[in-house]
């Protein structure tokens, strides 16, 4: 929806997206999904219109790699990509504000800025996906609070149904209006169900009533901290990182191990519900 939302609004149909971003398997959320194997080899073609530019991944940057900090080196390449093989003005840059599926990844507040400069010059709305950050995960509302900039558009699932499938598409009024104004239609079979709604209105309401924002942020740092004494402790052990509670503990070569529990009431607890996942590892450096 987000994909049909920002072409219908600007009139463009190029986008950009983040290599080992993930966001969905239907034809056209595959499409601007920045990884490639299982989930591209058998399909064919992908819809057209997609760039791809490097993650901010510090830990194994191409860019800064055998220097103290980061350099921007991945933002000035997405720049390059935008400027030699787009038209140089495509409708949306999607953008995770924490790249959960690839391992946690978080990326700094000067890569965030430096894309908002970028997309800003060239009129590129900001779309940030946040199916697995939103609603309070990382110890804010939104994963994108973390960094002092507000995008465009922003997309939730999972963290908003609470269990049951349930999506939104959030924007200003402005663009909102401005798509409908252009012939955007934005419904389905199940647009506005009533008891997705209240399902989500309901889980919004526990996640308010119970304090699970600050939860999340109080028992994340509790989180970090072990996290951080298993990767000085352990040989194998590369990089803990992530937000809240949303976690991982990289492999030193080839395994991230992306740790989300469902809820930790206090330091040291166990889950209140059993988790319904066990940590997915992610394959890849």
Known sequence: ?????????????????????????????????????????????????????????????????????????????????????????PAAFFFE???????????????????????????ILMVAPEALTCFGRTGKWFAFEHFDFVPDIVTCSKGLGGGVPLCAVVTSAEIADGAVAKGYMPFSSHAGDPLLCATGLANIEIVERDNLVENARVVGAYFMEKLLKMQNQYEIAGEA?????????????????????????????????????????????
């Open 1 to 89: 929806m987000a994909l049909r939302l920002v072409r219908k609004y600007t009139g463009r149909f190029e986008v950009i997206a983040l290599m080992r971003g993930y966001h969905g398997q239907s034809y056209g959320s595959a499409s601007i999904t920045g990884r490639g194997g299982m989930l591209r080899e058998g399909y064919g073609p992908m819809p057209t219109g997609a760039s791809f530019v490097p993650p901010p991944y510090t830990y194994r940057c191409q860019f800064c790699k055998g220097e103290a900090c980061c350099n921007l080196g991945c933002a000035d390449a997405a720049e390059y990509v935008i400027d030699t093989s787009t038209s140089g003005k």
């Open 97 to 123: 504000p924490m790249m959960s599926a690839a391992g946690q990844i978080v990326p700094s507040k000067e890569w965030i800025h430096r894309m908002v400069e970028i997309c800003k010059a060239r009129d």
């Open 241 to 285: 990182r992530g937000l809240g509670l949303c976690r991982a503990l990289t492999g030193g070569s080839s395994v991230s191990i992306v740790l989300m529990p469902v809820r930790l009431s206090t330091p040291g607890s166990w889950p209140r519900s059993p988790p319904r996942r066990t940590p997915a590892s992610v394959p890849g450096p």
